[in-house]
């Protein structure tokens, strides 16, 4: 049998940097975990547009829905901000969200101890937190038609987006979230607008039919989503798994990602539905950007990325404990106060590099043998 596949696309920015201490960890569960991937890395980005004028050549897709999982870095950076709408970096992005049908985001938002002190937030409003935000992620405003902007033939123009859901996208986004939550602590807080929007009452009535038909042993409830954003900065530990659409999952999970200390360490998985073979279709990335401002300068926290890794473990490899031991090597790291620039305080040790970084949880590894 052949090794699974993956393909990396490192993307812009510090990408390609957090994206070379990731390889390095995969290559180190093949040397001694026996868990060999065969990977191939490609362009996405602005990158893919620097080669192809397009920030995602057509080849690449096709290898992305080949492949068993894909591994992303980050793509955009002020270079490319001028460029038309239709190549921009993000675009990529969503291309490749959009066809591989990459419906689920899964973004946790987990507080490390050691990092406790890092939150904006009082240290015992976010230590031990343990949140998961299931975000929408292929539907919505994102991508509802009609979109664009017309002249409105009164001498000014016109922007338009549409917000639309159906029920199978609804409730096949609410059955990833009641299917976590049965794993974790068995509640779902969905979030919408249903005071305001239609496609917000249908979402309410959809997630509730998912759950009385099918998981009803499972806690729910519903939050309008602005006070939803409220209280996560108030007392984020009362929930447990969060779902939602996708314009409310990008601006919670922002939200969410700042309580744990720095978006340096947070990864995510988007998932779509399980193939013949079991795995599902999954792209994993972190959820910082490219982070022009630091880029180049090997500063870059790789922790995020390498999360990203023990996800794709978990979710498409089946690989839990060595997802686990992956985490647990990044904890311990971090405990010994080994930190990359975004994580400093006055009196710590100075800032170690991205490649120390990689260096430490390498060591972190081989210790847990
Ligand atoms: C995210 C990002 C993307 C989004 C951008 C880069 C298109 O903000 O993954 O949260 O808006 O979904
Ligand atoms: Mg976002």
Redesign the pocket.
């Known amino acids: 049998m052949s090794n699974p596949s993956l393909l990396i696309l490192p993307g812009d920015g510090i990408g390609p940097e957090v994206m070379d201490q990731v390889t390095r960890i995969i290559d180190w569960f093949g040397e001694k975990r026996g868990l060999k991937f065969d990977v191939e890395t490609d362009l996405v980005g602005g990158a893919a547009y620097d080669k192809h004028g397009v920030p995602l050549a057509d080849e690449t897709m096709a290898r992305a829905l080949e492949v068993d999982a894909v591994l992303l870095g980050a793509?955009?950076g002020p270079k490319y901000d001028d460029l038309d709408f239709s190549v921009k970096p993000?675009r990529g992005?969503?291309r490749l969200r959009k066809e591989m049908d990459l419906y689920s985001n899964l973004r946790p938002a987990q507080c490390f101890d050691a990092l406790a002190d890092f939150s904006s937030l009082k240290k015992d409003i976010v230590a031990g937190l343990d949140i998961m935000i299931v975000r929408e992620l292929t539907s919505g405003v994102y991508f509802g038609e009609p979109r664009g902007i017309q002249d409105d033939n009164e001498g000014g123009r016109v922007g338009v987006n549409t917000q639309r859901y159906t029920t199978n996208e609804i409730r096949r986004v609410a059955r990833s979230a009641f299917e976590l939550a049965k794993r974790r602590n068995n509640k779902v807080c969905s979030m919408e607008k249903a005071n305001v929007m239609e496609s917000g009452i249908l979402w309410r009535e959809e997630v509730i039919w998912v759950h009385e038909n099918e998981y009803p042993e499972v806690e729910l409830s519903h939050m309008y989503a602005d006070n939803g954003a409220m209280q996560l900065v108030r007392a984020p530990k009362q929930f447990d798994v969060i779902v939602t659409d996708n314009l409310f999952g990008?601006i919670l999970?922002d939200c969410a990602a700042m309580l744990t200390g720095s978006l340096g360490m947070l990864p995510s998985a988007s998932l779509g539905a399980p193939a013949a073979n079991g795995r599902p279709k999954a792209l994993y990335e972190p959820v910082h950007?490219s982070a022009p401002d630091i880029t180049g300068q090997g500063k870059a926290n790789p922790s995020a990325c390498i999360l990203s890794f023990a996800m794709a473990l978990r979710y498409s490899f089946d690989q839990g404990e060595e997802a686990t031991r992956l985490e647990n090597a990044v904890q311990s790291v971090l405990a010994s106060g080994v930190r990359t620039a975004d994580l400093m305080q006055a009196g710590d040790k100075d800032p170690v590099s991205t490649t120390e970084m990689g260096d430490a949880v390498l060591a972190a590894l081989d210790a847990s043998l």
């Open positions: 793509v955009g993000e992005l969503l990008d999970s950007g």
